[in-house]
């Protein structure tokens, strides 16, 4: 049976799969997340899938572009394609939200099967983010992720750096470890 929890031991946070995207034709991805108090992402934007967002216990914290949404359970917000957001716990107890991702994807999947495994084997800072430059060039490649402000800058090294990578087999060598 496939593994569908992953947990980050040092963040406390937690992705369970509730529905891959080859288990919807490709139509969505469908995830939970536990976040602990404090937890989130900075902001960024994806170009391959839209995100909606759905608290489910406690409030979750969303910046849409410059709005900053307090999600109160059952509520729900849309970050479409190319729209600047983040997700956080403004509290003081863990939250839990799901993540639709339309269409579904498959890389980011394993980017997050990857990310957890790193952080299960201790190679993440206390931000829960990569250590290795190598692992992050992976991870935003696969993830489709997209940096603003200075970070847009880096963004496009740390793309062509992981396409050498992935030439080499960095890329799948972290998929055969942790997918």
């Known amino acids: 049976m496939e593994r569908r929890v992953f947990e980050n031991p040092l963040i406390k946070d937690k992705v369970t799969m509730l529905k891959y995207s080859r288990e919807t034709d490709g139509a969505f991805t469908l995830v939970e997340v536990e976040l602990q108090p404090g937890g989130g992402t900075p902001p960024h934007y994806h170009t391959t899938f839209s995100e909606e967002f759905t608290a489910i216990d406690g409030i979750l914290g969303l910046q849409l572009d410059t709005k900053q949404l307090r999600l109160q359970p059952g509520q729900?917000?849309?970050?479409s394609?190319?729209?600047?957001?983040?997700f956080y716990n403004p509290g003081e107890e863990p939250i839990r939200f799901q993540v639709r991702l339309v269409p579904g994807s498959e890389?980011?999947?394993?980017m997050l099967k990857i990310m957890y495994g790193l952080a299960s084997d201790g190679l993440v800072n206390k931000k829960g983010l990569p250590k290795s430059l190598d692992h992050t060039a992976v991870l935003i490649t696969e993830g489709?992720?997209?940096g603003t402000g200075v970070m847009s800058l880096l963004f496009p090294l740390l793309r062509m750096r992981a396409k050498k990578l992935r030439k080499k087999g960095l890329y799948q060598a972290l998929l055969a470890k942790y997918a």
């Open 76 to 79: 729900q917000a849309m970050a």
């Open 81 to 86: 394609i190319k729209r600047l957001h983040r």
């Open 144 to 146: 489709d992720t997209n």
């Open 107 to 110: 890389r980011f999947e394993n």
